[in-house]
């Protein structure tokens, strides 16, 4: 059954090969995250990257909603997973992605005394001034934390595994991610599928629609003639989501006569191939309802295998109100 539901209330199992990579400033998370991406052969995706990204599928228009920007990149990463596996290395990474079961979040940490001689060195600051720089960084980071997730510090249970870099190079830290990395068996597990990245996009873009924001790339409409308004309707808002549809693609035999003459056959309004499911429009006069109902009943029996979802027109009208693809309701 194919069920409309924010982003933040999916489970699902995603089948994908994720690793974030996030740390305290001054312990050189990006090299890090780099040099495991290197070793995993991974897709890296840096923070400066995806800004590129992120201007490329929203435009330069900018500042987008701070609240948005858990959807907005994941919009990104769902259709680059379908490609790769990633590392992903990104201030609070941690807090993205928290629906997706096969990713493997990693936070890198220093003493104080470490990360101030790497901003030293890295800036090229004398102590006084990299020290006014470290916690500058600081209170900057902690505020678009608290701004675009709602906190401004991050429990140790959101890690899968922190590293203590006092002691190590990048080098040796990204080789202990490449070994848990084993230990969890993300590449078994495959690259992120169309119909999983369908669905995943479908709770993206309604999530970001409740922000005002609508990316490009919207499936372009089918030249169909539909039947009744109710239909096309439905199909606006499949294309909305990217959801892959046909038209009354296949009819079903529901009704022989002795010869094995089909006498009856039924044709459901919509296919999606992603989901492999039929979906039946019933907005019209309760004496079609009827005759409709009973080809459904059929269909089940003859054809056990069959996945349809019907849409009555209640249903179909608390539809198009919540996600505001009608402004009046469908006539029967």
């Known amino acids: 059954m194919l069920q409309f539901y924010p982003l933040r209330c999916v489970i699902m199992t995603v089948e994908m090969g994720l690793v974030t990579v996030s740390g305290e400033p001054g312990c050189r998370v990006d090299e890090a995250a780099r040099l495991a991406a290197q070793r995993l052969h991974f897709e890296l995706i840096t923070e400066t990257r995806m800004r590129a990204l992120l201007r490329e599928e929203f435009g330069e228009e900018g500042p987008f909603p701070d609240k948005a920007y858990s959807a907005m990149v994941a919009s990104i990463m769902t259709r ?7 590392v992903f290395s990104a201030d609070y990474a941690e807090f993205l992605f928290t629906k997706f079961p096969n990713v493997l979040r990693v936070h890198l940490i220093a003493p104080e005394s470490r990360r101030l001689g790497m901003f030293m060195l890295d800036r090229r600051l004398e102590r006084a001034a990299a020290r006014t720089a470290l916690e500058e960084v600081n209170v900057a980071r902690r505020a678009e934390c608290q701004k675009r997730f709602g906190r401004a510090t991050v429990p140790p ?20 991610i490449e070994s848990l990395v084993a230990a969890r068996g993300l590449v078994e597990q495959g690259l992120l599928s169309p119909a999983a990245e369908a ?6 873009r309604y999530e970001l629609s409740r922000h005002g924001m609508h990316p490009p790339g919207k499936a372009s409409l089918k030249p169909v003639i539909f039947t009744h308004p109710s239909e096309q309707i439905f199909a606006n808002l499949l294309d909305f989501y990217r959801i892959v549809w046909e038209y009354e693609p296949h009819s079903f035999a529901v009704q022989w006569d002795k010869d094995g003459k089909v006498l009856e056959a039924f044709t459901p309004d919509f296919y999606l191939p992603e989901f492999d499911m039929y979906v039946e429009l019933t907005t019209m006069k309760q004496s079609l309802v ?19 979802q019907v849409f009555y027109q209640k249903d179909f009208q608390n539809l198009i109100f919540k996600y505001g693809i009608s402004e009046r309701p469908i006539n029967a």
Do not use: C, S
């Open 290 to 308: 009827t005759k409709k109902n009973r080809k459904v009943k059929l269909l089940r029996q003859i054809y056990p295998h069959i996945n349809i």
């Open 157 to 176: 249970t959101q890690f899968d595994m922190v590293l203590n870099t006092e002691w190590l190079d990048p080098d040796q830290a990204a080789g202990m």
């Open 80 to 86: 680059l997973a379908a490609e790769h596996h990633m």
């Open 199 to 204: 669905q995943l996009q479908f709770q993206v």
